[in-house]
């Protein structure tokens, strides 16, 4: 027999064995000593055992209650979890072996219309909450699903021998980015999985290169190894979503030669209900959140898609940002709408958007006090983006500081008005982008000469507010060369939960 | 044991596979690691020499002892140097 098959039977028998254990007629509690009500009930349970028969289930303290003789270890809380026991003391009624009755905690009236007995517990106040159930704590609920093989999970497991390192075994099978990983033990991805209420077996895209399925399921596992907590999951499968729009063109995204990788942005209350930073070194090491997240999105597209640099991934040199680049936008105190609400969603509606971005070019710009002057900055620095000599270029991702967006918000200039402004700024005369112009061989046709070219085509720029409170220090993510229709687009995706 | 959920789509054998073969040694260097068995320098000195023959770089490497396995710096250097490494195992 194969190991995982004598695991099962073994399983199996012991859900056989517990279902054989509990009586066929009759009461049965579950109880635990670290619960007041417990204790405050033991006489009432003794008097019970003794009068009427009562089988009593304990959940920590194999000598609780003492009121009852013959009460039965559920330290190991197989009954319990079998009677899917939330609260102690719970008090049930068996005919035929079946349930046909149930209460819980402390409440005089219940325990006698349960019991069909009219006087006893006159001690007793008339009632009392029960405490939470040991079977249902969290790490706990977990093993006993397993033990069960109650888990629903459908992927493979992989047995890591008892001498083995985890983190070399997952180097060993190429899992890793370069980092190490939390394993994807059964009782972590469980409890990743309860930060959606959507179907592990969902599947929400297939993944390229592979064009394999991404489910639910896989996602939490990718989103365990990144480091994500579970209420980063909506969050993840939002990014995932997005990324698998056609319009992204992932498949391109991560085969280009070029530098880069998806960037996600996240605007909405999940933000701060998730603890994302949106303020100082948003796009640096950040925090979980911003990591994690962004890291699950990578695993997901090297594991599950099975894109991985020297294989489909052909970049030259890639970009730090292919580890994680996800970042949130600083709503509060902003005077320009969030970045999402701009491409269709409403305010208030969480929703990550993705841009095949890549790196930082800071736009230092500590003298301008009018918005003409520091629109110009940008546009200068913006139309060095790729190389001085393209036009129409890459698309860019602007992110604007809180001190670049007083500037603008002083002066009553809207979002709508500085991308009209940095249209302007960013048109070129064509002369300039000839192949051998300023002495640069790099370069477009001759036909430019005499031409006005706009740097970016239109709808290639995009416009968030992010950053530390201090410093006057702006920053461009540029796109991808192939950026807009003929390449990737940005895609804008709602968190569900 | 630790058990782990495979994050991949599967499609690939849980247990590592051994690198594959090259087809052709033509213009792959060949290292040949003498882990200090008795008499392995002689057959290897010989096979490094029929190998050389037929024009294939070869590279020679020695093992302090053969109880113990090679130093980390002879396993790194091995790797920067060589595609593909021969070693003799007994005596």
Same mark, same amino acid.
């Given at each position: 027999?194969?190991?995982?098959?004598?695991?099962?039977?073994?399983?199996?028998?012991?859900?056989?064995?517990?279902?054989?254990?509990?009586?066929?007629?009759?009461?049965?509690?579950?109880?635990?000593?670290?619960?007041?009500?417990?204790?405050?009930?033991?006489?009432?349970?003794?008097?019970?055992?003794?009068?009427?028969?009562?089988?009593?289930?304990?959940?920590?303290?194999?000598?609780?209650?003492?009121?009852?003789?013959?009460?039965?270890?559920?330290?190991?809380?197989?009954?319990?979890?079998?009677?899917?026991?939330?609260?102690?003391?719970?008090?049930?009624?068996?005919?035929?072996?079946?349930?046909?009755?149930?209460?819980?905690?402390?409440?005089?009236?219940?325990?006698?219309?349960?019991?069909?007995?009219?006087?006893?517990?006159?001690?007793?106040?008339?009632?009392?909450?029960?405490?939470?159930?040991?079977?249902?704590?969290?790490?706990?609920?977990?093993?006993?699903?397993?033990?069960?093989?109650?888990?629903?999970? @459908?992927?493979?497991?992989?047995?890591?021998?008892?001498?083995?390192?985890?983190?070399?075994?997952?180097?060993?099978?190429?899992?890793?980015?370069?980092?190490?990983?939390?394993?994807?033990?059964?009782?972590?991805?469980?409890?990743?999985?309860?930060?959606?209420?959507?179907?592990?077996?969902?599947?929400?895209?297939?993944?390229?290169?592979?064009?394999?399925?991404?489910?639910?399921?896989?996602?939490?596992?990718?989103?365990?190894?990144?480091?994500?907590?579970?209420?980063?999951?909506?969050?993840?499968?939002?990014?995932?979503?997005?990324?698998?729009?056609?319009?992204?063109?992932?498949?391109?995204?991560?085969?280009?030669?070029?530098?880069?990788?998806?960037?996600?942005?996240?605007?909405?209350?999940?933000?701060?209900?998730?603890?994302?930073?949106?303020?100082?070194?948003?796009?640096?090491?950040?925090?979980?959140?911003?990591?994690?997240?962004?890291?699950?999105?990578?695993?997901?597209?090297?594991?599950?898609?099975?894109?991985?640099?020297?294989?489909?991934?052909?970049?030259?040199?890639?970009?730090?940002?292919?580890?994680?680049?996800?970042?949130?936008?600083?709503?509060?105190?902003?005077?320009?709408?969030?970045?999402?609400?701009?491409?269709?969603?409403?305010?208030?509606?969480?929703?990550?958007?993705?841009?095949?971005?890549?790196?930082?070019?800071?736009?230092?710009?500590?003298?301008?006090?009018?918005?003409?002057?520091?629109?110009?900055?940008?546009?200068?620095?913006?139309?060095?983006?790729?190389?001085?000599?393209?036009?129409?270029?890459?698309?860019?991702?602007?992110?604007?500081?809180?001190?670049?967006?007083?500037?603008?918000?002083?002066?009553?200039?809207?979002?709508?008005?500085?991308?009209?402004?940095?249209?302007?700024?960013?048109?070129?005369?064509?002369?300039?982008?000839?192949?051998?112009?300023?002495?640069?061989?790099?370069?477009?046709?001759?036909?430019?000469?005499?031409?006005?070219?706009?740097?970016?085509?239109?709808?290639?720029?995009?416009?968030?507010?992010?950053?530390?409170?201090?410093?006057?220090? @702006?920053?461009?993510?540029?796109?991808?060369?192939?950026?807009?229709?003929?390449?990737?687009?940005?895609?804008?995706?709602?968190?569900?939960? | 044991?630790?058990?782990?959920?495979?994050?991949?789509?599967?499609? @690939?054998?849980?247990?590592?596979?051994?690198?594959?073969?090259?087809?052709?040694?033509?213009?792959?260097?060949?290292?040949?690691?003498?882990?200090?068995?008795?008499?392995?320098?002689?057959?290897?000195?010989?096979?490094?020499?029929?190998?050389?023959?037929?024009?294939?770089?070869?590279?020679?490497?020695?093992?302090?002892?053969?109880?113990?396995?090679?130093?980390?710096?002879?396993?790194?250097?091995?790797?920067?140097?060589?595609?593909?490494?021969?070693?003799?195992?007994?005596?």
């Amino acid at each position: 027999m194969a190991a995982g098959q004598f695991i099962l039977a073994q399983r199996l028998t012991w859900r056989m064995a517990v279902a054989d254990d509990l009586p066929q007629n009759g009461l049965v509690a579950v109880v635990k000593r670290d619960c007041p009500t417990c204790v405050l009930a033991a006489p009432v349970l003794g008097d019970l055992a003794r009068n009427v028969g009562l089988t009593v289930y304990t959940q920590d303290d194999p000598s609780f209650p003492e009121t009852v003789p013959g009460r039965i270890d559920d330290t190991g809380l197989d009954v319990s979890h079998r009677l899917k026991i939330e609260i102690v003391p719970t008090l049930i009624r068996f005919a035929a072996g079946r349930e046909v009755a149930r209460t819980y905690g402390w409440d005089r009236g219940e325990w006698q219309r349960l019991t069909g007995i009219a006087e006893f517990g006159r001690d007793l106040p008339d009632a009392r909450p029960g405490c939470g159930a040991r079977n249902v704590e969290p790490g706990v609920i977990e093993r006993l699903k397993i033990r069960f093989n109650e888990t629903g999970l @459908s992927s493979r497991r992989i047995e890591i021998g008892e001498d083995e390192d985890e983190q070399e075994a997952m180097f060993a099978r190429g899992w890793s980015d370069g980092l190490p990983l939390v394993p994807p033990t059964e009782e972590r991805v469980l409890r990743m999985l309860d930060g959606t209420a959507r179907d592990p077996q969902e599947v929400v895209g297939q993944v390229p290169p592979a064009l394999a399925a991404a489910t639910v399921e896989k996602i939490a596992i990718n989103a365990v190894m990144a480091g994500c907590k579970p209420e980063y999951l909506p969050v993840v499968l939002a990014a995932v979503e997005a990324v698998l729009e056609e319009s992204f063109a992932m498949h391109g995204v991560l085969a280009t030669t070029m530098f880069v990788g998806p960037v996600v942005i996240v605007n909405g209350p999940v933000r701060r209900g998730i603890g994302m930073n949106a303020k100082g070194n948003a796009l640096g090491q950040s925090n979980r959140a911003n990591a994690a997240i962004g890291r699950a999105l990578q695993l997901v597209i090297r594991n599950i898609g099975e894109g991985r640099p020297q294989e489909v991934d052909r970049a030259t040199l890639g970009n730090p940002g292919k580890l994680t680049y996800c970042f949130a936008e600083d709503e509060e105190g902003s005077s320009w709408e969030p970045l999402s609400v701009e491409r269709g969603l409403k305010p208030g509606q969480s929703a990550v958007t993705v841009f095949a971005g890549y790196g930082l070019q800071g736009i230092v710009d500590q003298k301008s006090r009018d918005p003409e002057s520091l629109a110009k900055s940008f546009a200068g620095s913006l139309k060095a983006l790729s190389n001085v000599k393209h036009a129409p270029s890459c698309d860019a991702l602007l992110v604007v500081c809180p001190e670049h967006h007083r500037t603008f918000k002083n002066a009553g200039w809207s979002k709508a008005r500085l991308y009209e402004e940095l249209y302007r700024l960013c048109e070129i005369p064509g002369g300039e982008l000839v192949a051998g112009a300023r002495g640069i061989a790099e370069g477009g046709p001759q036909s430019l000469d005499g031409k006005i070219v706009n740097k970016f085509r239109p709808g290639g720029l995009m416009i968030v507010r992010a950053g530390g409170d201090a410093g006057m220090f @702006s920053g461009i993510i540029a796109g991808w060369s192939a950026g807009g229709p003929r390449g990737s687009l940005p895609v804008t995706k709602e968190v569900r939960n | 044991m630790t058990v782990l959920l495979d994050p991949t789509s599967e499609r @690939s054998p849980t247990i590592r596979p051994r690198l594959p073969r090259p087809e052709r040694l033509d213009g792959l260097t060949i290292g040949i690691l003498d882990i200090a068995k008795s008499r392995g320098d002689v057959f290897l000195h010989r096979l490094g020499e029929r190998i050389a023959e037929r024009g294939i770089a070869v590279k020679h490497y020695a093992k302090p002892t053969n109880t113990r396995v090679a130093p980390l710096p002879l396993r790194q250097q091995i790797a920067a140097e060589v595609n593909l490494v021969i070693e003799g195992l007994s005596d």
